[in-house]
């Protein structure tokens, strides 16, 4: 496998540990997923994102989102076909998966929807109050210039 080698990141940057592994968890999802189910990532507006992942066939009991330590996991186990199909040809996936995103920080998921065969999460980014920009005052050691008022008699 190739290593990407971060060091110059490291030596510019504070907070950023983990994002070697995941990279390395981006490239492993991938070789293990093969693409299935297809999926979408969106921006729906300025801090609104949605994911849409096609999971025609499944029902809503057959599906399972989880969030933990910052990583989005979809599941969706189908129930064996207990009808005894015997298939000429089956093009329709009909297997059970497993696709991870990883989240980053202060990415929350809001709602989930499974309409048409297309499940939809949606995430919001919600930084807090102490997490975003503020000016800071610089203070001066030096001392203060005296200025005197002279009042007219």
């Known amino acids: ?7 110059p990141l490291y030596r510019s940057s ?19 997923s ?8 969106e921006v729906v507006e300025s801090d609104n994102y949605a994911i849409t992942l096609a999971v025609a066939g499944f029902k809503q009991a057959e599906l399972d989102i989880q969030v933990e330590n910052g990583v989005l996991t979809i599941r969706g186990k189908k ?8 298939f000429l040809h089956q093009g329709i996936a009909n297997r059970s998966f497993e696709r991870k995103f990883n989240l980053a920080d202060h990415i929350e998921v809001t709602e989930a929807d499974l309409q048409d065969g297309l499940l939809t999460i949606k995430l919001v980014k919600e ?5 975003k920009p503020k000016s800071i005052a610089i203070q001066s050691t030096e001392p203060q210039a005296i200025t005197h008022e002279h009042k007219a008699a």
């Open 1 to 7: 496998m190739n290593r990407i080698d971060l060091t």
């Open 14 to 32: 504070v907070g950023y540990d983990r994002f070697g592994s995941l990279l390395d968890a981006a490239f492993q999802t991938e070789k293990s």
């Open 34 to 41: 093969a693409g299935y189910p297809p999926y979408n990532i």
């Open 79 to 86: 129930d064996s076909d207990e009808n005894g199909n015997t």
């Open 127 to 131: 930084v807090p109050e102490a997490m």
